[in-house]
């Protein structure tokens, strides 16, 4: 199934819709010295694209939405594996999930241009819910996010049992019975 969505007119990319100028490729290895840095940097680059988009957009009526490059957001995404890296064994698991999805979405940014269009193909070919698809991939990426803003959450309200409750917030829920033992037992 996921083979027949690569092939169909809808996973092409945007061709004929104008890219706003100010979401291009961020520059990674030149932006920071240090892993933390790096990750700081993507993600406020990210933030401003779209902030100048919204700011510069605001008042039109043509319904353009902002499109964000599908290889820029993975790039940042990318950063975010050394942060899996630092929770130990526990983690390991989450680091190995989240490492390959978002793999995946970087082979998928040479067929799709934007995330829209990549939602769109998989709409398109009732792919959404297919576990491998695009779609899922991405639902597990931003899953990956939100497991790290809950911790650094918790890092800045109560330093212990920081990682046992970002989990618990964030993945506990989709995870059975066995997983949740495994990550306690950590």
């Given at each position: 199934m996921i083979a027949n969505a690569r092939s169909s007119s809808c996973c092409r990319g945007m061709e004929g819709i104008a890219m706003p100028p100010e979401n291009k490729r961020l520059n990674i290895e030149a932006s920071s010295s240090n892993p933390l840095s790096a990750i700081a940097d993507a993600f406020e680059d990210l933030s401003?694209?779209?902030?100048?988009?919204?700011?510069?957009?605001?008042?039109?009526?043509?319904d353009e939405c902002f499109r964000l490059r599908l290889d820029t957001f993975s790039e940042a995404c990318s950063l975010i594996s050394f942060l899996f890296g630092c929770l130990g064994l526990a983690f390991k698991f989450a680091e190995c999930e989240y490492v390959s999805k978002v793999h995946n979405l970087i082979e998928a940014s040479k067929t799709h241009e934007t995330l829209h269009?990549?939602?769109?193909?998989?709409?398109?070919?009732?792919?959404?819910?297919?576990?491998?698809?695009?779609?899922?991939?991405?639902?597990?990426?931003?899953?990956g996010l939100d497991l790290i803003r809950a911790l650094f959450e918790q890092f800045l309200s109560n330093e212990y049992g920081a990682a046992s409750t970002a989990y618990a917030q964030v993945c506990a829920p989709y995870h059975s019975w066995a997983i949740r033992t495994a990550v306690a037992a950590g």
């Open positions: 401003n694209l779209i902030i100048n988009h919204q700011i510069h957009h605001h008042h039109d009526h043509d269009s990549m939602l769109d193909c998989d709409v398109a070919n009732h792919t959404v819910k297919t576990s491998g698809s695009n779609s899922r991939n991405l639902r597990r990426v931003r899953q």
